[in-house]
């Protein structure tokens, strides 16, 4: 139990273009998801916290009319790149969490490389 | 807020030794602590966490963790290594309260040699 996938795993694109990655909890409702950047050889760094049916919480730093994102249904939310640049290539990981359990279950993750 | 501190960004050991994962955090609540793991191009994997009750925690695979509040560490430690056991380790920290958003430390690089 508690699967979460992304999709997709890998993605490469044009500098310019707008990028969507998913993030799918498959055996739980999850009332709040994460979404995490990770450059090579560092941390995971909190991008924003969002729930199901409301809008998502920016970690200061982080523009929100760059990193779109959507919680729209239980068990899904997006995070859509915008106008992305090179220096937005990094992995991208998104957990879910159930109600107020204290355990965030993590996804694979999702490369991506702009050029 | 809280803070977590991997003091060892890379840590190398020969196969069947033990070793020592050091965790130290900073939180003016109480806090749940966690170990997670995450192998090359892979998210991450819960490893073993502390909630509240015995202060040592053990996973399946044969790593334990003790919680110790006066010191302020969540060291991970193995008695003996595989090479398998070759991946990066992540000690992260989230209060009780409010959002619990987790704090990741900087991550220790595990290697086993053989």
């Known amino acids: 139990g508690a699967v979460v996938s992304q999709h997709p795993s890998w993605v490469i694109c044009k500098s310019g273009t707008s990028v969507k990655i998913e993030c799918r909890s498959l055996d739980f409702q999850a009332t709040t998801m994460f979404w995490y950047r990770q450059f090579p050889k560092q941390s995971l760094m909190l991008m924003a916290t969002?729930?199901?049916?409301?809008?998502?919480?920016?970690e200061q730093g982080v523009e929100k009319d760059k990193f779109l994102i959507n919680h729209a249904s239980l068990t899904l939310s997006t995070l859509t790149v915008t106008s992305a640049h090179p220096e937005d290539s990094s992995f991208y990981i998104c957990?879910?969490?159930?109600?107020?359990?204290?355990?965030?279950?993590f996804g694979p993750g999702t490369r991506l490389t702009v050029l | 807020a809280q803070s977590v501190t991997q003091l060892d960004s890379q840590v190398p050991v020969f196969e069947e030794a033990p070793v020592e994962l050091r965790c130290n955090y900073s939180?003016?609540?109480?806090?749940?602590l966690f170990w997670y793991v995450q192998y090359p191009n892979q998210g991450l994997q819960l490893l073993l966490k502390y909630l509240s009750g015995s202060t040592l925690v053990e996973s399946i695979n044969g790593f334990e963790a003790e919680f110790n509040k006066s010191q302020t560490s969540f060291h991970l430690r193995k008695p003996s290594v595989h090479i398998s056991d070759t991946a990066e380790y992540f000690c992260?920290?989230?209060?009780?309260?409010?959002?619990?958003?987790?704090?990741f430390g900087q991550g220790t690089r595990l290697t086993i040699n053989p």
């Open positions: 939180s003016s609540v109480s806090v749940y």
């Open positions: 957990s879910a969490r159930q109600g107020a359990r204290n355990e965030q279950f």
């Open positions: 969002s729930n199901e049916g409301s809008k998502a919480t920016y």
């Open positions: 992260a920290v989230c209060g009780l309260e409010g959002a619990q958003k987790l704090v």
